[in-house]
């Protein structure tokens, strides 16, 4: 059963950085696209980004489209999320997903097959 482990989540001032990191373990070589979504209190899940196995595509939600950039290491098995000038509504809880055997980068997180534990980031001065 693939697993998967997000770090980086903290606290930051609005207009800052930060940088989430989720690592895949047992089985990755069926993980093709994987994304983050996120989960503010009270709200859905919403997607945020997402890449492809070759990491030549990827997708971004209108909210962070020209801030945050997601990536991927050349083993396949890590992605990045790097949120730039961050805001307070980017509060949430942040989830690495990965999708089997699929290169299609989905925004509802029912199309995805693997889910992270989460990571809190806090956007407050």
């Known amino acids: 059963q693939v697993q998967l482990v997000e770090l980086g989540g903290g606290l930051v001032q609005p207009g800052g950085s930060l940088t989430l990191s989720c690592t895949a373990s047992?089985?990755?070589?069926?993980?093709?696209?994987m994304g983050w979504f996120r989960q503010a209190p009270g709200k859905e899940r919403e997607f945020v980004a997402g890449?492809?196995?070759?990491?030549?595509?990827?997708s971004y939600s209108d909210s962070v489209k020209g801030r945050f950039t997601i990536s991927r290491d050349s083993a396949k098995t890590t992605v990045y999320l790097q949120m730039n000038s961050l805001k307070p509504e980017d509060t949430a809880i942040y989830y690495c997903t990965g999708k089997e055997f699929s290169d299609y980068i989905s925004w509802s997180n029912d199309s995805w097959n693997y889910w992270g534990q989460g990571t809190q980031v806090t956007v407050s001065s």
């Open positions: 890449i492809n196995r070759s990491a030549a595509g990827t």
């Open positions: 047992r089985g990755t070589f069926s993980i093709y696209a």
